[in-house]
Nanobody, 124 residues
Framework: QVQLVESGGGLVQAGGSLKLSCAASRRTFSRTTVGWFRQAPGKEREFVGAFSRTGSRTYLVDSVKGRFTISTDNAQNTQYLQMNNLKPEDTATYYC?????????????????WGQGTQVTVSS
C-alpha cells in the first residue's frame, strides 16, 4: 500500500520560497510515478509536475518552469517541491500523488494514491 504525506506549506510573501515535502512509503519511487498537483478554491485540480521513475527526470508545467524544481531523496523516501519566486496565483492546496502510469501522467484520474495536501498561501 502506498502512503504519501505532504508537509512544508505555509504563508509567504510574493517573491518568497517554500519547500514542500512528500514522504512516501518504501519503494514508492521505484514502483510509481510521483506527481504534484494543486487546487485553488473553486478551481479544478491542476497538474504541476512529475518525477519520472524511468530516467529520473522531471517535468514541470510552463507556469512554474524556472521557479519550481522537483528532487528526490531515495534514502529518505521523500520527494521535494522547491518553490521559488512565488506568486499570489500559486496559492492553493498542494498534493503529491502516485501513479502506476509511466512517463508524466497529467490527469488526476491517472493517479491511484494521494496525500492529504498542504496549504500554500502567497500574499501580494
Amino acid at each position: 500500500q502506498v502512503q504519501l504525506v505532504e508537509s512544508g506549506g505555509g504563508l509567504v510573501q510574493a517573491g518568497g520560497s517554500l519547500k514542500l515535502s512528500c514522504a512516501a512509503s518504501r519503494r514508492t519511487f521505484s514502483r510509481t510515478t510521483v506527481g504534484w498537483f494543486r487546487q485553488a478554491p473553486g478551481k479544478e485540480r491542476e497538474f504541476v509536475g512529475a518525477f519520472s521513475r524511468t530516467g529520473s527526470r522531471t517535468y514541470l508545467v510552463d507556469s512554474v518552469k524556472g521557479r519550481f524544481t522537483i528532487s528526490t531523496d531515495n534514502a529518505q523516501n521523500t520527494q521535494y517541491l522547491q518553490m521559488n519566486n512565488l506568486k499570489p496565483e500559486d496559492t492553493a492546496t498542494y498534493y503529491c500523488a502516485a501513479s502506476v502510469v509511466n512517463g508524466y501522467p497529467q490527469r488526476p484520474n491517472e493517479y491511484d494514491y494521494w496525500g492529504q495536501g498542504t496549504q500554500v498561501t502567497v500574499s501580494s
